[in-house]
């Protein structure tokens, strides 16, 4: 495997971290700011400077390259395989009429299934539910598949998310990029880190992602309740203070982000799905407790490994960064520390991520978690 890693900051010149390497039909991840992504002379930059076939953008909350986390900034990961393969296909929510499902069952149904072993998903990631999205991934998929990945993010604007493969960065985008060959090794974890505070209580009304009532009382007004004057600030101010929710005849929690608020109905947007019966209780985080949280994903993800990872993505929750603020690094570094100094890493801060609880095959999506994808061939 061969790996090419630029950065770029705003107003400044390209940093590269490997010279001189001669690449061919690279896979290349494009991580960057919305506003830049929207600019047609930073993509023709990018497309100069790596003149490429498979590129693949997505907009994000941060942008992860190395041990250091950027924002403002364009961060470009260019993987030449060489004992192993990549597909990439896309579709767009807005044919799918917003519905997720459907557009996973799509993706799912158009990649190639000879020697697939895993599959990344970036996602738009301000409208499309990933719940839905991996269920739709997950209808027909071999018990031997993998899957993990992330949703494009928006600094804390939550405005618009953009991705595309090839084309230039647009709204709706769900890319599908499926990793093949015997001598892939692919691990991966996701970890938390947060502290469940409160009583806990059900989910009595909801409706995919909205959620509508908690103990019979109006979801929003009770949340409001906990929040006290921060209330003022949703929906920015829910992402230091996110829900631990437990599916009925589940045991494992999932974290949900409140994506918006509605005050009109008293309900809550989610980034994920919140049955009806859960079990459901607010969290809190603390900079330390994050941090170590980074930590124990590597460790899972290391755990069984046969060889060096390579390459490792890594998709982290805004709601991290928020409440990591200047200390925002040390969950990379952590994570470096464990999976070792000569693997490149890449990735970005998201509105959501993707990847099996520890122990478990089947995908979820998570909030607020550090998850690792960890690629050697």
């Known amino acids: 495997m061969k790996i090419v890693q630029a950065s770029k900051l705003e107003n400044q010149p390209w940093k590269f971290m490997q010279e001189n390497t001669v690449l061919h039909n690279p896979l290349v991840l494009i991580f960057a700011n919305r506003f830049l992504l929207e600019q047609e002379e930073v993509i023709s930059d990018i497309r100069k400077q790596f003149p490429y076939d498979h ?3 997505g907009s994000t909350s941060g942008e992860i390259m190395c041990c250091h986390v950027n924002e403002n900034s364009i961060s470009v990961t260019a993987i030449e395989f060489e004992k192993s393969s990549f597909e990439v296909i896309t579709e767009n929510i807005l044919n799918f009429d917003k519905k997720a499902k459907p557009l996973g069952e799509a993706l799912y149904a158009k990649i190639p299934k000879t020697n697939l072993k895993h599959l990344f998903v970036l996602s738009e990631g301000s409208f499309v539910n990933g719940s839905s999205l991996i269920d739709g991934l997950e209808n027909q998929l071999s018990d031997a598949i993998s899957i993990t990945g992330g949703m494009c993010g928006d600094d804390t604007r939550f405005l618009k998310t953009l991705a595309s493969y090839k084309e230039n960065p647009k709204e709706g985008e769900v890319i599908l990029i499926g990793f093949y060959g015997e001598s892939l090794e692919i691990t991966f974890a996701s970890f938390g880190g947060w502290i469940p505070f409160g009583p806990e209580r059900k989910i009595t009304r909801s409706k995919a992602n909205i959620l509508f009532e908690i103990d019979d009382q109006p979801a929003l007004d009770l949340y409001k309740n906990y929040l006290g004057e921060k209330s003022s600030e949703l929906p920015q101010a829910s992402l230091l203070y996110p829900l631990n929710v437990t599916p009925e005849g589940k045991n494992e929690p999932v974290v949900r982000t409140i994506l918006s608020i509605n005050d009109d109905t008293n309900s809550m947007v ?9 079990k459901v209780q607010l969290m809190m985080a603390s900079v330390d407790g994050i941090a170590a949280g980074a930590q124990h994903a590597a460790e899972i993800a290391m755990e069984n490994r046969k060889s ?8 982290s929750c805004i709601g991290r960064k928020l409440v990591m603020n200047q200390r925002v690094e040390e969950e990379i570094e952590n994570v470096q520390e464990i999976i070792g100094k000569q ?20 995908c979820e999506l998570h909030n607020q978690t550090m998850t690792l994808t960890l690629i050697s061939e």
Do not use: C, R, W
């Open 55 to 57: 590129l693949v953008f």
């Open 270 to 278: 989610l980034a994920g799905d919140v049955p009806v019966n859960s």
């Open 343 to 362: 693997t490149a890493i890449t990735g970005f801060y998201s509105y959501g991520e993707m990847a099996p609880i520890n122990g478990h095959k089947s």
């Open 308 to 315: 060096p990872p390579q390459i490792a993505l890594l998709v």
